[in-house]
């Protein structure tokens, strides 16, 4: 429960968490430690109890959690920033997107966007992919011919359904976002910021808070603080304080947990035509069990 008690203590500004903060923890508490508490009865750490009590190896972990906990108030936002520094300064981690959180909470979008590209882990690219906008258009397109329940038809019919245009096509992006949306395919989760923000987090879990902390920040940004811009993507505010949001966000910490594998980061054009279910099997994805 030492994670929980600290995240607790670092939302202790103001008049202390904010519901949303509250359920954040409360969510990460039963549905990714594995605890069965009612938080509100835990007594919050200071920075220093926190530090003195949480294994070295866990504090990158830690530190991407209370950034998380930072993105989710709404008010005594320079306050809760300042918290939040004092916490990651004594646990001893240089994190850059630390200074992200603090604009995402107290500057203008500009800001958060300049930092945040300073920062970013370069995207994964799908290999093999062709150069030109037009014939990425359409190797994509083609994989509506796969049979159905492959990755490649699932990934066709989750652009589709959606009404997204597929990268390459105007306002489809470029080809970085390849990989992204047959992330979205082999998570099971949809296009929408809860399932954005549950998917960013799934791939940060599954490699072990090494990777893809730069796309949880961005969709934080895009639905959490409304300072984030993409494509034509509409900003959110407070995404995580809708029904059953955040119990999905610490599904996707834990189901990430399970994984074998990035599975952004393999061939997925190289196994279009295998089943979905293998390719979920080969990674180690467990099922999704919370309704979207």
């Known amino acids: 429960m030492t994670i929980t008690s600290g995240l607790l203590g670092a939302a202790q500004v103001g008049g202390g968490p904010t519901a949303e903060q509250l359920r954040l923890v409360q969510s990460l508490a039963h549905g990714y430690f594995g605890l069965d508490v ?81 920062f970013r882990e370069p995207p994964v690219v799908e290999p093999g992919l062709p150069g030109s906008d037009d014939d990425l258009a359409r190797t994509l397109r083609a994989l509506g011919e796969c049979a159905p329940g492959t990755l490649g038809r699932t990934y066709f019919d989750f652009l589709d359904s959606h009404g997204i245009p597929f990268p390459g096509e ?72 809708r029904a059953g949001a955040t119990d999905r966000l610490a599904e996707a910490f834990r189901r990430g947990t399970a994984c074998t594998a990035d599975f952004s980061a393999i061939d997925h054009l190289a196994r279009a035509d295998q089943p979905l279910e293998a390719v979920r099997a080969e990674c180690g994805v467990p099922p999704l069990t919370r309704a979207g």
Not at 46 to 52: G, L, R, V
Not at 83 to 91: G, P, S, T
């Open 170 to 241: 105007p306002g489809g992006g470029d080809a970085s976002l390849v990989t992204h949306d047959f992330s979205h395919v082999i998570a099971g989760y949809g296009a929408d910021g809860p399932d954005e923000l549950a998917l960013q987090a799934m791939l940060v879990s599954a490699t072990g808070f090494e990777h893809h902390f730069s796309g949880l920040v961005a969709s934080l940004a895009l639905y959490e603080s409304g300072k984030f811009e993409i494509l034509d993507i509409v900003t959110k505010v407070g995404a995580l304080d």
């Open 38 to 118: 009612d938080v509100t009865t835990l007594s919050p750490l200071t920075a220093a109890e926190f530090t003195e009590r949480v294994d070295a190896d866990d504090h990158q972990r830690i530190v991407d959690l209370l950034v998380v906990l930072e993105f989710c108030r709404h008010v005594d936002e320079a306050e809760q920033a300042a918290r939040i520094e004092e916490y990651v300064q004594a646990l001893g981690v240089d994190d850059p997107f630390v200074v992200v959180a603090r604009d995402a909470l107290t500057e203008g979008h500009e800001r958060v966007m300049t930092d945040w590209a300073r």
